[in-house]
Nanobody, 119 residues
Framework: QVQLVESGGGTVQSGGSLRLSCAASGSIFKSATMGWYRRAPGKQRELAADITSDGRTNYADTVKGRFTISRDNAKNTVYLQMNSLKSEDTAVYYC?????????????WGQGAQVTVTS
């Protein structure tokens, strides 16, 4: 079983920065695609960014150029550096781990980290 523990959320003024971290238990981290999703008030959860096991990254258009996702396989940790934050970035951010084994897709989620951007 995989556990994901997020940290680094909080409240920041518009234009500021925050870094989220997500530590994963278990041995599959290196083989997994890691992602950060977010759910803003009254909206559906959406992908903010993800990174494959070989380091390829993908960003939502709304965060491209402001957010950077990275991973440290030695620490089983994925990060989301968020710069130039806007009020519309206010959301609960969820860490996600995806991997496939024996033709079955496995999906794990963290508990969520609140990010609030004030104007």
């Amino acid at each position: 079983q995989v556990q994901l523990v997020e940290s680094g959320g909080g409240t920041v003024q518009s234009g500021g920065s925050l870094r989220l971290s997500c530590a994963a238990s278990g041995s599959i981290f290196k083989s997994a695609t890691m992602g950060w999703y977010r759910r803003a008030p009254g909206k559906q959860r959406e992908l903010a960014a993800d990174i494959t096991s070989d380091g390829r990254t993908n960003y939502a258009d709304t965060v491209k150029g402001r957010f950077t996702i990275s991973r440290d396989n030695a620490k089983n940790t994925v990060y989301l550096q968020m710069n130039s934050l806007k009020s519309e970035d206010t959301a609960v951010y969820y860490c996600n781990l995806k991997y496939s084994w024996a033709f079955i897709n496995h999906d794990y989620w963290g508990q969520g980290a609140q990010v609030t951007v004030t104007s």
